[in-house]
């Protein structure tokens, strides 16, 4: 069973750069994985920011963005600001139509 | 604008079924996959099913596969998901989702508000 890989936690100070990864337990993540991040904060329903690796959703900041770094997707915020303080979560296409989320990672700016 | 309105969540007895619908608006409903996703209380994201655009082929985890069905009726711009043999580690808020394309490669961008289901004797 295929695990995809996300850090629990990650800080940031504000107006800082951060990179949160997207891994696999087994194997390197690729853009044939279309890998796709959203953003979460408490009682709200999911928002996307990224889809197919490094395409932002509309009205999203461009300070988000996605990309392949070695063998992990990436997803990097730039100039962080306190309300980026959510969890993010990542998924994986594993391909015959099924999708892999990641475990999350909780992001605090402080 | 784009909307995806989730129902049909509630109670539930182990081993009983429940039928979520959810109604789409704002774009082409006939040219877009679906998904529904869950999220058990205090846990993370888990992708459930999906179905591409058209004739809709449908997907599931391995967690539901054989217990829930996802349908789609096109001429009602609503998507269904059938869920039957329901246990307590289904308790989770259902999430409805449009996907950004047809195809079963084409990940999430529209999220509805979810409906809770609680399976729970």
């Known amino acids: 069973q295929t695990v995809v890989t996300q850090e629990p936690s990650f800080s940031v100070s504000p107006g800082g750069t951060v990179i949160l990864t997207c891994g696999l337990s087994?194997?390197?993540?690729?853009?044939?994985?279309?890998p796709s991040w959203y953003q979460q904060t408490p009682g709200q329903a999911p928002r996307t920011l990224i889809y197919?690796?490094?395409t932002r959703s509309s009205g999203v900041p461009d300070r988000f963005s996605g990309s392949i770094l070695g063998n992990k997707a990436a997803l990097t915020i730039t100039g962080a600001q306190a309300d980026d303080e959510s969890h993010y979560y990542c998924?994986?296409?594993?391909?015959?139509?099924?999708?892999?989320f990641g475990g999350g990672t909780k992001l605090t700016v402080l | 604008e784009v909307q995806v309105l989730e129902s049909g969540g509630g109670l539930v007895q182990p081993g009983g079924s429940l039928r979520l619908s959810c109604a789409a608006s704002?774009?082409?409903?006939?040219?877009?996959?679906m998904s529904w996703v869950r999220q058990a209380p205090g846990k993370g994201l888990e992708w459930v099913s999906g179905?591409?655009?058209?004739?809709?082929?449908?997907y599931y985890a391995d967690s539901v596969k054989g217990r829930f069905t996802v349908s789609r009726d096109n001429s009602k711009n609503t998507l269904y998901l059938q869920m039957n043999s329901l246990r307590a580690e289904d308790t989770a808020v259902y999430y409805c989702?449009?996907?950004?394309?047809?195809?079963?490669?084409?990940?999430?961008?529209?999220w509805g508000q979810g409906t809770l289901v609680t399976v729970s004797s």
């Open positions: 989702a449009r996907n950004y394309g047809s195809g079963s490669y084409y990940a999430v961008d529209y």
């Open positions: 704002g774009f082409s409903f006939n040219n877009y996959g």
């Open positions: 179905v591409s655009g058209g004739v809709g082929s449908a």
């Open positions: 087994s194997g390197s993540v690729s853009t044939t994985n279309y």
């Open positions: 197919s690796t490094n």
């Open positions: 998924v994986l296409y594993m391909g015959s139509g099924i999708w892999v």
